[in-house]
């Protein structure tokens, strides 16, 4: 692929230039030259087998890791520059079956980030109750439940709520439905897209599934050995001559005799 311009455009809210990955005393770097720009208000599905760098490439964005070489800018600053506490902060995390603190309840897990920022207890407590409704548990129903009285569904749902908790300008993703049931997946997707379409987060997407990226996606990055093979909208996705696209696409195909 070729680089991306070096000036930073307004719209751009993470840009990845040059940005090469590998972990101390490894050689074969897990991303590779990585350039890519993610555009304010769109959902950016990151989509690649098992190794290809896809946490990876989420984990630079909130300084969880700094790249070997090349740089990573948020809101035009390189995440270097950037407090790392002050860029989770706002930065919405949300990972695979939700990470909530065991022995927090549902309300003091989604508004953790609030509390650390400061907030008042009367505006912790009316935000802790829109989000929750928001995501569609009844506050009066769930503040009070611990996770583990929670099903794997409503526990994503949490997660979700927590992430949005200090109404971060960017959310990351990574495989947040890939531990759930099929039909609890397919509803939290349908959840999700509603969701989007009326907060218009930036969002970075981690999956593994095409059809996910494909439902949830409004570009699709296909990653392959640490490097973007493909990055486009998912209409051109499926039309993609590309050999790794041509091989998801084929998975979508039902076997003869269904």
């Given at each position: 692929?070729?680089?991306?311009?070096?000036?930073?455009?307004?719209?751009?809210v993470?840009?990845?230039?040059?940005?090469?990955?590998?972990?101390?005393?490894?050689?074969?770097?897990?991303?590779?030259?990585?350039?890519?720009?993610?555009?304010?208000?769109?959902?950016?599905?990151?989509?690649?087998?098992?190794?290809?760098?896809?946490?990876?490439?989420?984990?630079?964005v909130?300084?969880?890791?700094?790249?070997?070489?090349?740089?990573?800018?948020?809101?035009?600053?390189?995440?270097?520059?950037?407090?790392?506490?002050?860029?989770?902060?706002?930065?919405?995390?949300?990972?695979?079956?939700?990470?909530?603190?065991?022995?927090f309840?549902?309300?003091?897990?989604?508004?953790?980030?609030?509390?650390?920022?400061?907030?008042?207890?009367?505006?912790v407590?009316?935000?802790?109750?829109?989000?929750?409704?928001?995501?569609?548990?009844?506050?009066?129903?769930?503040?009070?439940?611990?996770?583990?009285e929670?099903?794997?569904?409503?526990?994503?749902?949490?997660?979700?709520?927590?992430?949005?908790?200090?109404?971060?300008?960017?959310?990351?993703?990574?495989?947040?439905?890939?531990?759930?049931?099929?039909?609890t997946?397919?509803?939290l997707?349908?959840?999700?897209?509603?969701?989007?379409?009326?907060?218009?987060?930036?969002?970075?997407?981690?999956?593994?599934?095409?059809?996910?990226?494909?439902?949830?996606?409004?570009?699709?990055?296909l990653?392959?050995?640490?490097?973007?093979?493909?990055?486009?909208?998912?209409?051109?996705?499926?039309?993609?001559?590309?050999?790794?696209?041509?091989?998801?696409?084929?998975?979508?195909?039902?076997?003869?005799?269904?």
């Amino acid at each position: 692929m070729k680089s991306q311009s070096s000036n930073q455009p307004t719209d751009t809210v993470v840009h990845f230039r040059g940005v090469t990955y590998a972990p101390p005393g490894v050689n074969a770097p897990i991303i590779d030259a990585l350039d890519l720009e993610v555009r304010r208000g769109e959902t950016l599905v990151l989509l690649g087998e098992s190794g290809c760098g896809k946490t990876t490439t989420l984990r630079l964005v909130n300084r969880l890791l700094e790249p070997t070489a090349g740089e990573v800018l948020v809101e035009g600053r390189d995440t270097r520059a950037w407090d790392a506490i002050e860029l989770r902060r706002r930065t919405g995390y949300v990972i695979q079956d939700a990470g909530l603190f065991p022995h927090f309840s549902v309300g003091r897990n989604v508004g953790l980030v609030p509390v650390l920022e400061g907030w008042d207890e009367p505006r912790v407590s009316a935000r802790v109750e829109e989000l929750l409704r928001l995501v569609g548990l009844d506050p009066d129903k769930f503040s009070s439940r611990l996770p583990a009285e929670l099903s794997g569904g409503q526990r994503q749902r949490v997660g979700v709520a927590r992430a949005l908790a200090a109404d971060p300008p960017l959310l990351l993703m990574d495989e947040p439905f890939g531990a759930l049931d099929p039909l609890t997946r397919a509803a939290l997707q349908r959840e999700f897209v509603t969701l989007q379409k009326r907060l218009n987060k930036t969002v970075i997407f981690v999956t593994h599934d095409v059809r996910e990226a494909l439902m949830l996606g409004t570009r699709v990055a296909l990653m392959s050995a640490g490097r973007i093979v493909l990055l486009d909208t998912p209409g051109a996705f499926l039309d993609s001559e590309e050999p790794h696209a041509r091989a998801y696409r084929e998975t979508l195909a039902l076997p003869e005799g269904l």
